[in-house]
């Protein structure tokens, strides 16, 4: 998988390099009233491979009867 996420001493290590303590000291500078304050209402998340997966499958629904001419060309 392309995307790994990062662990909890990495995302320490990452806001010490910018020189923030924590996530809310570096996001201090936004005023409170613009925060969120509740987990937004978002269908669940899928994982990499799922996505390709997924994706992969409607291609192959949507090139059913077609024919591509195309050639590759080779530099």
Do not use: T, W
């Not at 998340?45 to 591509?68: L, T």
Request: hydrophobic letters at 35%.
């Amino acid at each position: 998988m392309r995307y790994l996420p990062k662990s909890p001493a990495e995302r320490q290590q990452m806001l010490s390099a910018i020189g923030a303590k924590s996530i809310d000291e570096l996001f201090e500078c936004i005023p409170e009233r613009y925060r969120l304050r509740e987990a937004l209402k978002l269908p669940a998340a899928h994982s990499e491979a799922e996505v390709i997966s997924y994706f992969k499958d409607r291609a192959k629904e949507n090139s059913f009867g077609y024919a591509s001419f195309s050639r590759s060309r080779r530099l």
